[in-house]
């Protein structure tokens, strides 16, 4: 695949994200469908307290750039990096737009990229980045947890994805675990690695040593299996239809398929995604951002 195709494929996974869709590339299971620019990416636990990573540890202070338009949470990532000490933020942006500028003035070692902000997508910005500057590290913020992010974020190349909603200690960790790790390694913060878990499944509180005691699933390409990515394509459209507000009959109708057929659909959706209700649905797709594609 060459620059040209990785880019448009990384602008497909961006677009598809911003309306809460994954992919069907990234459903595949088939080996001889994963991407190139994700062979040999490893997944790992970003808590603190999990395993380090085999990379090389920083000589100096990691030199952080933020581009985050919340100023309080920027000030609150300053204060705890002050405590913890080895990190220090060089330089702030409230939108990715200048991002490729700054990071050629500043050079910094890692970049904390929110991705719900005004301005560009915050995917693409990750990826001109990373093919621009290879050596910089990549590190994805969002308020809100999302299946398409995951996948998304992974797609582009960053190299962590943390909710902000981690504990900030947490977050300290996994940037030193970042800075620590290969290239290709994706860090999955806790409450993002949590989300990647089979419904009814162990989500780490059994450990004490803060490791995770249950195995993620990976896709073709090395991705982390979300619930999104389960669903099939067909699905996943019932899905989005169902987010929108459109009853079984609708749906049948548009889609052009018996109420026999939708019904099957849902159940079969109903028991991957570990949900008891359609009004469960409902939810999960707007919380998901289906219903606004």
Known sequence: MNRQQTSSSVNESASLASRGQVPDRERSSRAGNAS???????????????????????????????????????????????????????????????????????RPDLVLLDIEMPGPDAFEMADRLKRAHPEIRVVMLSAHIRDAYISASFAAGVSAYFSKSDELEDIVSGIHEVMRSQTGTYLLGPKVRDRCRPPGTDHGGGSKSGECTTELSLMADGAPMTLLSSLTAREAEILRLIGKGLSRVQIAAQLCRSVKTVDGHQDRMMKKLGIPARADLMRFAIREGLAQA
Do not use: M
Request: glycine share 12%; proline share 1%.
């Open 36 to 106: 190139p620019t994700s062979a040999n990416r490893s997944i790992r636990d970003g808590r603190a307290g999990a395993a380090g990573g085999s990379g090389k540890v920083a000589s100096h202070a990691i030199r952080v750039l933020c581009v985050d338009d919340h100023a309080i949470l920027v000030e609150g990532l300053r204060a705890q990096f002050a405590i913890n000490g080895g990190i220090e933020i060089i330089g702030r942006l409230a939108t990715a737009a200048r991002l490729v500028d700054e990071v050629e003035r500043l």
